[in-house]
């Protein structure tokens, strides 16, 4: 499967940051100027619980060759990058973050990109899979 290669890295990049936000939540948010209280680090831990369970979906699927199954996986997987950019990005602009947050927009913007070209070309083999068929 072509698409094998994102699966694995968004899986281990989903498990990293989600660890950094499940037990160092403090740290992680540090640089971006974000006072972390009790209530804050247990929103950030919800969200790294999320991102592993995300990465363990990618990983669970790196080996999947249904189109359907493989589709639905990643326009999850767009879908997050799509919000998380659009988050991302109202912060830098309004000023929420400073700018040592863009790094975040990079990530996004890269993933996104990568997903959405993986799902353009899923959609498209099972097509060519059936016009081969007929022929």
């Known amino acids: ?65 249904d189109a359907t199954a493989l589709s639905a996986v990643l326009t999850g997987n767009l879908v997050v990058q799509l919000l998380s950019l659009g988050i991302a990005a109202r912060a830098l602009v309004l000023r929420i973050i400073p700018m040592q947050g863009a790094p975040a927009v990079v990530v996004h913007v890269v993933l996104g990109t990568a997903f959405a070209i993986a799902l353009t070309r899923v959609r498209r083999e099972p097509a060519a899979d059936a016009s081969a068929r007929a022929a």
């Not at 160092?24 to 209530?39: L, M, T, Y």
């Open 1 to 65: 499967m072509r698409f094998r290669w994102l699966l694995i890295v968004s899986a281990v990049l989903a498990w990293l940051f989600g660890l950094m936000l499940l037990f160092n939540a403090r740290q992680f948010e540090a640089p971006v100027g974000i006072d972390v209280s009790d209530k804050v680090a247990t929103i950030a831990q919800t969200q790294g619980a999320i991102l592993i369970g995300l990465g363990v979906i990618n990983w669970m699927t790196r080996r999947v060759t």
